[in-house]
């Protein structure tokens, strides 16, 4: 298993797949799971990975991608794994796009060195 974290259980369920965004400021700082990506404040852009800028001295980081993987019955705290394994290309990819963000798989690939698909027609 790669990089876990635990967070508050928001009534996650094991399996979820979301978007990591850490939010912080002065003092405290906490990160959760959503089903929308981190936006840039100036821009509006989607961010999978980096800063998105401030707001009334609240930063916001775009941190990448997590699925629940359980939920600790005793604290109902989940563990959430990073997807950032080149071999989670055929969960992240997919998920990606069903939901709206096929543009952001690039900037997966990139991230986490998965290799681009192999274009029809072109040997690999």
Avoid at 68 to 79: F, G, L, Y
Wanted: proline share 6%; with cysteine; glycine share 10%.
């Amino acid at each position: 298993m790669g990089r876990t974290l635990w967070m508050d259980n928001m009534e996650y369920e094991v399996g979820q797949i979301g978007f990591l965004v850490l939010r912080s400021g002065d003092r405290w700082s906490n990160i959760k799971l959503y089903s929308r990506p981190a936006h840039t404040n100036q821009s509006h852009e989607p961010r999978l990975y980096g800063w998105c800028g401030s707001t009334n001295n609240i930063s916001v980081d775009a941190r990448g991608l997590g699925r629940v993987v359980r939920i600790a019955q005793a604290t109902e705290r989940a563990m959430v794994l990073y997807l950032d394994q080149p071999e989670d290309a055929g969960i992240v990819i997919p998920w990606l796009a069903e939901n709206g963000y096929p543009d952001l798989a690039e900037d997966w690939r990139k991230a986490v060195g998965a290799p681009a698909p192999a274009e029809e027609g072109v040997p690999s």
